[in-house]
Nanobody, 124 residues
Framework: QVQLVESGGGLVQAGASLRLACAASERTFGAYAMAWFRQAPGEEREFVAA????????YYADSVKGRFTISRDNAKNTVHLQMNSLRPGDTAVYYCAARDSPVATMGGGAYDYWGQGTQVTVSS
């Protein structure tokens, strides 16, 4: 069982940056593809970014391309989401997810483990 703990959320103004972190308990973290999803109030959960086990393949939602960057440090069992040029539309609870496969994908149903989420609020 992989446990995921997100951190780094907060309240910022539009145009600011935040860096989210996800710490994983699993010693074989390097074998898992990782992703970030988000869910705004009243909205369905949506894909944000994903990264393969070696970090060589990444995917992004169109809405965050060029602003967000996903990265991972397998030696530290962590994955990050660098978020720049934040917009009010980015306001949501951000969830880290792990897939019991080295292959990254954008489908939420493919991920086996989820964190509790961290709130990101962007004011205008």
């Amino acid at each position: 069982q992989v446990q995921l703990v997100e951190s780094g959320g907060g309240l910022v103004q539009a145009g600011a940056s935040l860096r989210l972190a996800c710490a994983a308990s699993e010693r074989t973290f390097g074998a898992y593809a990782m992703a970030w999803f988000r869910q705004a109030p009243g909205e369905e959960r949506e894909f944000v970014a994903a990264i393969s086990w070696r970090g060589t393949v990444t995917y992004y939602a169109d809405s965050v391309k060029g602003r967000f960057t996903i990265s991972r440090d397998n030696a530290k069992n962590t994955v990050h989401l660098q978020m720049n040029s934040l917009r009010p539309g980015d306001t949501a609870v951000y969830y880290c997810a792990a897939r019991d496969s080295p292959v990254a994908t954008m489908g939420g149903g493919a991920y086996d483990y989820w964190g509790q989420g961290t709130q990101v609020t962007v004011s205008s």
